[in-house]
């Protein structure tokens, strides 16, 4: 809770935990509309539920009529595929899917680690129109919650609710004019920080190769061009206007260079490497530990 007194609307969707903070409490109808809106996202984006709209794709190739919110997905994800090469897509969920990390969560790879197919091979993605010319899996797992987190902070404005803070599991928005203190995990020891940094009314998204982990040194943050896991960044950090770029930002940190990324977008970051050091830009106002 990041403040004292405040009330706590603690939930699970879209496979991770949710916690909203409020200085007023939520009414039940609101809570009831939050909760459909988490379902609403995840019945249409999840690669993980057979049910889903997306799941469709893996099995028939076709075209689909997405929800408005494809709009923005689509743009960030066709800028940042560009900006890195290939090495960030929306396709990588093939790629995730042959080392383990399926929908049945077997967490056993099927082989080698594999690329994705390259996007304008099979994918054509306009607005809410996306049609495919082969079956694919489509995750847009690196810019779907931080969007999610975006959603709901629209449904509270939308009420008249100007102080409230939403946790979802590290991707963070404060939507009070009060500064909110928070630690950087550290990312070989979860239960210790490296820092801190002053989260202001903007917001802020962490991603790690801790998390979700499984056999011998695989984890989710995988490189496109390869579909190999990425070994030389552990942790990264992103602070931007809008959950949905932070969170797509912190994954890219992992495979593009911040000075790459910076002349397209307004964000600060820190990036983390498995040699020990550091790197974060003079506008990522936090304290490192030594």
């Not at 909760?35 to 709209?53: I, P, Q």
């Not at 042959?98 to 054509?124: I, K, M, N, T």
């Not at 499984?214 to 490189?223: I, N, S, Y």
Request: contains cysteine.
């Amino acid at each position: 809770m990041p403040h004292a007194g405040w009330h706590e609307f603690r939930f699970d969707g879209i496979g991770t935990s949710w916690e909203i903070s409020t200085a007023a409490p939520l009414d039940a109808s609101l809570r009831s509309r939050i909760l459909a809106e988490v379902e609403r996202y995840d019945s249409t984006w999840s690669r993980f539920r057979r049910d889903s709209l997306i799941s469709q794709m893996s099995v028939q190739a076709g075209r689909l009529e997405l929800p408005p919110e494809s709009a923005g997905l689509a743009d960030l994800y066709r800028s940042l595929y560009s900006l890195s090469g290939g090495a960030m897509t929306p396709l990588i969920g093939e790629s995730l899917e042959q080392l383990g990390y399926d929908a049945g969560y077997s967490l056993h790879p099927r082989g080698a680690a594999a690329p994705p197919p390259a996007w304008d091979d099979v994918l054509e993605w306009r607005g809410t129109s996306l049609r495919t010319t082969a079956p694919v899996v489509l995750d847009i797992g690196a810019a779907g919650k931080g969007q999610l987190v975006d959603l709901l902070a629209g449904m509270l404005r939308d009420q008249g609710l100007t102080d409230f803070f939403i946790d979802a599991s590290g991707d963070l928005l404060n939507g009070g004019e009060t500064p909110v203190t928070v630690a950087l995990e550290h990312p070989y020891d979860t239960s210790k920080a490296i820092g801190t940094v002053q989260l202001g009314q903007r917001t802020l998204c962490a991603s790690a190769s801790n998390r979700r982990a499984w056999g011998d040194g695989l984890h989710h943050v995988l490189d496109g061009t390869t579909g190999e896991p990425v070994r030389t960044v552990v942790a990264t950090w992103a602070m931007a206007e809008t959950a949905m770029e932070a969170d797509a930002l912190a994954t890219a940190l992992f495979v593009v260079p911040a000075a790459a990324l910076e002349p397209h977008f307004r964000f600060s970051w820190l990036k983390v490497f498995s040699n020990g050091s550091a790197e974060y830009s003079a506008e990522f106002e936090g304290t490192l530990f030594t």
